[in-house]
Structures are given as structure tokens and as C-alpha cells.
């Protein structure tokens, strides 16, 4: 974990959590959605250029519904940063509070439905698309170095390049956490549960981050950079 920031206060612990999220829910969505990722769009785009090539077990179509949520996602949180732009704290637990809202629908989905359909696939593909999408935009909104959330090739290209970086070194490990998390529960339990993880991570940071923005006048870290 890396040494405590006054500059961003609790932004740093709680961007960690949501990386652990990102984890999970791409082991979700490559394992069991159609080999498609939820958050990590880089990927998406080589899947969509090998599936269009006849690759196997690829599928162009979800591709570019994880693509279109995924953008949509971006233009809401996006949105609410423009919304929201004096306090981070009020943003990242507004953000968050949606978000879980989002993984709720999915986790019910998955347990009530399933998703083995393709209306139930391409929904669950759609709400965590959307959610990770919103996620990406406002966690570039609130300015936190080296901590992206979703993206990790630049942060440890600067981890080798530069030979430094205790939170880059946090976010890769936090995200490799999350993916083993993810896989194992849904390799040996099951897509809600493991759902259900991600959406008692995001309640988590949602409340901790309303705590921590509470006190009046705003602590320091809750204003822009």
C-alpha cells in the first residue's frame, strides 16, 4: 500500500478498491460473458480486429456492445464531473453510489436469469460496460496520478521506465488481486456471487468516501487539481 497522500486524502485507498473491481468484473465478462472485457477497452479492440479475422471463439458482436457501453458510460460520467466539479469527494461517492446501482441490477440479473442467454449476456455486458465506463471518466475527472483504475500498460511502462512508484506498483497488484478474486469465484462458486463482491466493494467505497467528505469546511483533498 502506498505511503499516505494529504493531497488526496482517502482518493487513493478508495481508487485501489475500485481497481480490485475492475478485476473482477473483466474475469467475469472474459470467463463467462464471451471472452469480452467490461473495463479494459484496449482489449476489446484486438478482440474485434481477431474476431473479424474468423478467429474462434470470439465474438465481434459483443466486442463492440462492451465498446458501445463502455462509451456511454464515459459520456455519463463524464456528465456528472461536469456536474459536480468543486468537491472530488461529493463526485467519487455520486459515481459510485450509480455504479453500484448498476452491478445490483447485474448481480440480480445473473441470479434470477442467468447468463447463458444472449439477451441476459448482452444485458449483464451492457449494465457492467456502462458502469466501468462511468467509473473511467469521473476517476480521470478527480486527477489522481498513477491511479487509472482500469488501464495498466502506461502504469507499468512508467513502473519500469522510471523506477519508482509505490502506487503504481499498488495498482497493478491490486488488479491482479482482483482478477484472481474474480476467476476463482467464478470458476468454483458463481457469476453472482462474484458480482456480489464487486458490489460490496463499491457500497464500501461509496460510504467510506461520503464519510470522509462529510466535515464542514471540505477537507483539502476533496478540491479539484
Known amino acids: 500500500m502506498p505511503t499516505p497522500d494529504p493531497d488526496h486524502g482517502p482518493l487513493v485507498p478508495m481508487l485501489l478498491v475500485l481497481t480490485v473491481v475492475t478485476g473482477v468484473v473483466d474475469a467475469i465478462s472474459y470467463l463467462e460473458l464471451g471472452h469480452v472485457f467490461v473495463a479494459n477497452m484496449t482489449g476489446n ?12 471463439n470470439l465474438s465481434a458482436t459483443a466486442s463492440l456492445a462492451a465498446l458501445a457501453a463502455f462509451l456511454l458510460g464515459a459520456l455519463a460520467g463524464g456528465h ?3 456536474r459536480l466539479p468543486g468537491h472530488r469527494g461529493h463526485l467519487l461517492t455520486a459515481a459510485v453510489a450509480l455504479q453500484s446501482a448498476l452491478v445490483a ?5 445473473a441470479a434470477v436469469v442467468g447468463h447463458t442467454s ?4 448482452y444485458t449483464l455486458i451492457g449494465l457492467l460496460g456502462f458502469a466501468m465506463g462511468g467509473q473511467n471518466a469521473v476517476v480521470r475527472a478527480l486527477k489522481v496520478p498513477d491511479l487509472t483504475t482500469t488501464v ?9 521506465a522510471d523506477r519508482t512508484g509505490p502506487r ?18 467464478v470458476l468454483h462458486a458463481d457469476i453472482p456471487l462474484a458480482l456480489a463482491l464487486a458490489l460490496a466493494l463499491l457500497l464500501a467505497v461509496a460510504a467510506l468516501t461520503h464519510h470522509a467528505a462529510k ?10 487539481r
Open 45 to 56: 479492440v484486438v478482440f474485434l480486429g481477431f474476431a473479424l479475422a474468423g478467429a474462434a
Open 80 to 82: 456528472l464531473a461536469r
Open 105 to 109: 441490477a447485474a448481480t440480480v440479473l
Open 118 to 121: 444472449d439477451p441476459a449476456r
Open 152 to 160: 495498466l500498460t502506461m502504469t507499468i511502462t512508467a513502473l519500469a
Open 168 to 185: 503504481r506498483l499498488a495498482s497493478a497488484v491490486w488488479m491482479f488481486a482482483g482478477a484472481l478474486l474474480g476467476a476463482l469465484l
Open 215 to 224: 466535515p464542514t469546511p471540505a477537507p483539502a483533498w476533496t478540491h479539484p
